[in-house]
């Protein structure tokens, strides 16, 4: 259904040139049919000209109500609904649950770890707005851990976690959400995947327009299970 909205609203003028021809069609056949019925004279001739007029009728009715319903969807529905529902996401699937585990082709990806450099991890967080609580910068981890934090921005759409290793630009996405969340679970992260060595995670918050804030990152440390 957001998908059949989606469509109306995006080819609402080409919808509204192809009902204007038909509605020109439609209403030359009811003018027509309507002065042969009113012309008839013999009572079979006004019989068969009176079901013409009827059917044509019938196909203006109808002409108006798809008319009238493109005009309700694309000028009242689809404005009032959240602009997220129609923002495509291509990289990761925000209706299904995520588990957070790293698919082993992705693991074999994120495996090349250059060295490490110097960066300002605390950029683009911002308390009660979008911060990453835990894991905190420098700490170890192993397992499947908790990802706790705060997304709670003006005009919320979602939010997704992506890693990639330190000192890259190699971003892969883990998990995502679309609920407002103060300082509990946003997600998880099934470390098991990775390779032990540094990794850089961030949060990425978008708005209901499609823009993406500026991340909020942290550098964290996969160690083996011991």
């Known amino acids: 259904m957001i998908a059949f909205y989606g469509f109306l609203s995006t080819y609402e003028a080409l919808i509204y040139l192809v009902l204007l021809f038909a509605g020109i069609f439609l209403g030359r056949w009811l003018w027509r049919t309507w002065k042969a019925w009113r012309g008839a004279i013999y009572g079979l001739e006004r019989e068969i000209s009176q079901r013409r007029f009827a059917r044509a009728l019938a ?8 008319l009238m319903a493109e005009f309700t969807i694309a000028s009242f529905v689809v404005p009032s609904m959240p602009a997220s529902i129609f923002i495509p996401t291509p990289t990761i699937d925000l209706l299904t649950t995520p588990t957070g585990t790293i698919s082993a082709e992705l693991a074999a990806t994120l495996d090349a770890r ?3 450099q110097s ?3 605390s950029e683009g967080c911002v308390p009660d707005e979008r911060i990453i609580d835990s894991p905190v910068p420098g700490e170890n981890l192993s397992g499947i851990v908790e990802l706790i934090g705060t997304v709670d921005v003006p005009n919320f759409g979602f939010y997704k976690f992506e890693i990639s290793p330190a000192g890259a630009e190699n971003w892969s996405p883990i998990y995502a959400g679309r609920e407002i969340v103060q300082g509990d679970v946003l997600g998880r992260i099934d470390t098991g995947s990775l390779t032990p060595g540094d990794y850089r995670l961030r949060l990425v918050v978008t708005n209901n327009v499609g823009e993406a804030l500026e991340p909020c990152e942290v550098l964290i440390r996969v160690v083996g299970q011991e």
């Open 114 to 116: 250059p060295t490490p």
């Open 119 to 121: 960066v300002d991890y």
């Open 59 to 66: 196909a203006n009715v109808i002409w108006l109500a798809f």
